[in-house]
């Protein structure tokens, strides 16, 4: 017997991708974090949420975020609690 396949699901399986985390320095020597990879309908809220979260600056174009400030060692936690599994969140 087949097991009944939702097309949703099979499609939300391969549009995953992975969610790059890392640090580089900006202007002046200042110090950004920079998260690739989430899906663009959901940049400009998962920008707002990780903003609150870290009491921090930011801006969010193109499928990339970009917050002030060195966040590397708590966003994996932020992002697993907003619904990401931390699978696919790689921290550099």
């Given at each position: 017997m087949i097991k009944d396949l939702c097309a949703c699901e099979i499609l939300d399986k391969e549009e995953v991708r992975k969610i790059r985390v890392?640090?580089?320095k900006k202007k002046f020597r200042k110090l950004?974090?920079?998260i690739e990879g989430i899906d663009k309908n959901r940049v400009a809220e998962a920008a707002k949420?990780?903003?609150n979260a870290f009491a921090c600056g930011g801006s969010?174009?193109?499928?990339?975020?970009v917050l002030q400030g060195n966040h590397k060692r708590k966003v994996r936690e932020?992002?697993?609690?907003m619904g990401y599994p931390g699978e696919i969140i790689e921290v550099e």
């Open positions: 890392y640090v580089t950004v974090t920079v949420s990780l903003k969010s174009k193109g499928g990339v975020i932020i992002l697993v609690r």
